[in-house]
């Protein structure tokens, strides 16, 4: 199985501050690689997919980058919304895997 | 719209079974592929496998192989999901997630069921 390793785990942040988490998968995934945010009542809704594509509705702050085996998400200005807790997912292969997440907190 | 409607919280005993579904609407049931999850709380999520509407084909996860059992009831476009011989380990909150392709961006996710597995 392909294991993605994120980073930070926890995000101290200020509200308009500009963040980046990161993704190590632990062999190359080909950009197959997508992110969600989660919310303290557990919905899961998706952000981004195949590295850098903007799924439909997301904010225009949401951004993702990569290549090979290293991914980022970049919120470019924190909204109150944006606190929750995010994850990385490959799909280049069975079984698709997730990061361990981070939790962006209000600082 | 996608609707995902997963079924209630679960308190069950070690050693039994429980069944979850996750009934839909909102797109073609019978030509898209249900995925489920399992997220321990605090913990990251794991992808257990997925069903095939159209024909029942399934593909596991190897570590939930002989402990999840997904089906599917096409007339009700409802999927579920069978959790056998259950021990603490198995508390979690469990998700589904369809797809048109297999294991693509899962785009829609159900509420969750919370699975408690206590004597």
């Known amino acids: 199985d392909i294991q993605m390793t994120q980073s930070p785990s926890s995000l101290p942040a200020s509200l308009g501050e500009r963040v980046t988490i990161s993704c190590r998968a632990s062999?190359?995934?080909?950009?197959?690689l997508n992110w969600y945010q989660q919310k303290p009542d557990g919905t899961i809704k998706p952000l981004i997919y195949?590295?850098?594509n903007l799924q439909s509705g997301v904010p225009s702050r949401f951004s993702g980058s990569g290549s090979g085996t290293d991914y980022s998400l970049t919120i470019s200005s924190l909204e109150p919304e944006d606190f929750a807790m995010y994850y990385c997912?490959?799909?280049?292969?069975?079984?698709?895997?997730f990061g361990s997440g981070t939790k962006l907190e209000i600082k | 719209q996608v609707k995902l409607q997963q079924s209630g919280a679960e308190l069950v005993k070690p050693g039994a079974s429980v069944k979850l579904s996750c009934k839909t609407s909102?797109?073609?049931?019978?030509?898209?592929?249900m995925s489920w999850f399992k997220q321990i709380p605090g913990q990251s999520i794991e992808w257990i496998g997925m069903i095939y509407a159209g024909d029942g084909g399934t593909g596991y996860n190897q570590k939930f192989k002989g402990k999840a059992t997904l089906t599917v009831d096409t007339s009700s476009s409802t999927a579920y999901m069978d959790l056998s011989s259950l021990t603490t380990e198995d508390s979690a909150v469990y998700f589904c997630?369809?797809?048109?392709?297999?294991?693509?961006?899962?785009?829609?996710w159900g509420q969750g069921t919370l699975v408690t597995v206590s004597s």
């Open positions: 195949y590295t850098s």
């Open positions: 062999q190359g995934i080909s950009n197959n």
């Open positions: 909102g797109y073609t049931f019978s030509t898209s592929y």
């Open positions: 997630s369809p797809t048109t392709e297999g294991i693509s961006l899962f785009a829609y």
């Open positions: 997912q490959q799909d280049a292969s069975f079984p698709p895997t």
